[in-house]
């Protein structure tokens, strides 16, 4: 990071021209709607003006029943989502990759390729074909349950309301695996080699080794798998939208944060959008988003060790 | 490297679980595929088992390719996520410079200031992007989509680019000074050669989401001509929803391209996550 002394005395206009292009799309088009959607959230229409309304918007949301069942309905099966990615999705995402890094492993390359292949596909294809296959019209979900002899288990999951949820929660889990999995995997790979043959000398191997002598190792990837995964539900639309619809239905069971800021800012069937209240819940879905962040950031990394090899 | 040896059970078990999940990845994807070779009675009657020289049927392609725009949904899509890519990397890679080689005020607050959008997702803004498209008269472009998508990419890609182009010796830089070379000449022959792999990483990351986006299609661009495959997948099947032939036919149609380039690419891609380029 030399810089020539003699530049310093003139202004380096090449640091500016460097840094104009990318600060200038970032803040016009990122930061500074961001922060337009803040400040509409502190608006509403009175005749086709805009008035200032202070916090009104928030009280509507939080205890306006007409509102509120919505938001709260939203809120808890968001955080539902968020529960079911983080109680399955990562448990298994770290027990592939600690399998796929034990040590002369054949065909690993391999099977780290085919497990990634649902992350990259949209959400729109994964949200149709768990729909087709799922489906009671067409017998791929029975059919398989009854090579199995569980075909009395099978009903139409995606259509129940006490199902349908966790389901999507699920198909979410299957696309998204190889996230965790790729991460943990890079954090097992870093491990030196003195670390693990220095426990293996103290006759420490196996699930053991995991146990005692990785998972410590690993804690800090762990962590932002956590907060990767925190972002990435509260801020979750497309898999909900292809496979339910804007209604997320059935009966709204579906309904996440994501969903109900698309109803609300545009509008759907009878209902007309509505800017401000939109913008209200995007600024909650921002507020809920940063105090995941900020936990992460103040509270998970600065008590996890790291270890410097 | 000596180890302690690997029992044969303890192999097998990994091996079943390994291929068990395998199995739990590729099956939905597979049974769309070849589904979507089938005739409408063989689908139903036998759908976990191949075409055959009876069943197979491409019935459902011919209904997708006379009936939806796919190739001008596909060419938007191109279009945007090229657009968009070269924006990010271009952009990007300049930014990570400045910050990564000159010392100057302020340089770790504006690194602070352009990691902030790796965290907060950009969606959170859309009623105020849409009011700004509306305001420049850039709704239904794609020009709103490769805007919208370069703030979105680039965050982490100068994240990602400035601990790369630390990297790049000092040397070989002071040598270009001494000879001359402008600070631009420094960055374009120098330096982006030599990050080149570090670019591919970024462009596998920044294309898949661009590529899958359905939310700033559907807000920003949902008219006739602008549509994106995805989009356009998403309202096709959404129309023809009981013709199975053609649903199944389009969901392989926008299956395949991505499953393609994935397997031509993914040894960069695990490289890059492998590589500690992401932690």
């Not at chain 2, 509306?134 to 472009?141: C, E, F, I, K, M």
């Not at chain 2, 380039?261 to 890059?272: P, V």
Request: glycine letters at 6%; charged letters at 10%; proline letters at 5%.
């Amino acid at each position: 990071m030399a810089v020539d002394i003699p530049h310093r005395r003139r202004t380096r206009w090449h640091i500016a021209v460097f840094l104009a292009p990318a600060v200038l799309v970032y803040t016009a088009v990122m930061i500074l709607p961001l922060f337009g959607t803040l400040q509409l959230s502190l608006f509403t229409a009175d005749d086709q003006s805009r008035v200032f309304a202070g916090l009104d918007n928030f009280r509507r949301l939080f205890f306006d029943p007409r509102w509120s069942a919505t938001f709260w309905n939203a809120l808890w099966n968001n955080t539902w989502f968020f529960i079911i990615h983080m109680l399955v999705q990562n448990p298994i995402g770290i027990a592939l990759a600690a399998i796929l890094s034990s040590p002369r492993l054949r065909f690993s390359a391999a099977y780290r390729t085919v497990i990634f292949v649902p992350t990259i596909l949209s959400f729109v294809i994964v949200g149709f074909a768990f729909k087709l296959i799922l489906s009671p019209l067409w017998g791929v979900a029975p059919n398989l349950l009854d090579l199995v002899g569980l075909k009395s288990l099978f009903t139409p999951w995606l259509g129940k309301e006490e199902y349908a949820l966790t389901t999507l929660g699920l198909i979410s889990v299957w696309q998204f695996v190889g996230i965790p999995m790729m991460l943990i995997y890079a954090a097992l790979l870093s491990i030196p080699d003195e670390v693990v043959e220095a426990a293996e000398c103290d006759g420490i191997t196996g699930m053991a080794q995991f146990w005692k002598i990785k998972l410590p190792l690993i804690l800090p990837s762990i962590g932002i798998i956590s907060i990767l995964t925190f972002v990435g539900n509260f801020n979750a639309f497309d898999l909900i939208y292809a496979a339910q619809g804007a209604l997320a239905g059935p009966n709204y069971s579906t309904d996440i944060l994501g969903t109900f800021l698309y109803r609300t800012f545009f509008g759907f069937q009878l209902q007309t959008g509505d800017p401000y209240m939109g913008s209200t819940i995007a600024s909650m879905m921002f507020f809920i988003i940063l105090a995941g962040v900020c936990v992460y950031l103040f509270v998970v990394q600065t008590r996890l060790r790291r270890y410097q090899f | 490297m000596s180890r302690a040896t690997i029992s044969l059970p303890r192999t097998v078990a990994a091996h079943a679980v390994l291929l068990t999940y395998t199995v739990i990845a590729l099956f939905p994807v597979v049974v769309i595929i070849i589904n979507s070779f089938k005739s409408r009675n063989a689908i139903f009657r036998t759908p976990l088992t191949p075409p055959t020289a009876e069943t197979f049927d491409l019935i459902g392609y011919a209904t997708v390719l006379n009936q939806g725009d796919f190739l001008l949904y596909f060419q938007n899509s191109f279009i945007v996520t090229v657009a968009s890519l070269f924006f990010v990397l271009l952009f990007g890679a300049m930014a990570a410079f400045a910050l990564a080689e000159y010392r100057f005020r302020g340089n770790t607050l504006m690194g602070l200031y352009l990691a902030l959008g790796i965290m907060i997702p950009i969606r959170l803004g859309t009623v105020a992007i849409l009011q700004l498209m509306v305001a420049s008269g850039l709704v239904n472009t794609l020009t709103a989509l490769i805007l919208v998508y370069t703030a979105q990419g680039l965050p982490l890609a100068i994240f990602i680019l400035s601990e790369f182009m630390k990297q790049v010796s000092d040397d070989l830089k002071n040598a270009g000074r001494i000879d001359g070379f402008s600070e631009y000449r420094i960055f374009f022959r120098l330096v982006l050669p030599l990050v080149r792999p570090a670019m591919a990483t970024v462009a596998v990351f920044t294309m898949i989401p661009i590529w899958n986006d359905l939310w700033f299609p559907l807000i920003l661009a949902p008219s006739e001509a602008t549509k994106t495959i995805t989009l356009g997948a998403q309202l096709f099947i959404g129309q023809y929803v009981t013709n199975w032939n053609a649903v199944l036919a389009a969901l392989s149609l926008a299956i395949l391209p991505v499953l393609v380039l994935y397997l031509i690419f993914s040894r960069q891609l695990i490289r890059g996550i492998t590589s500690g380029a992401v932690k």
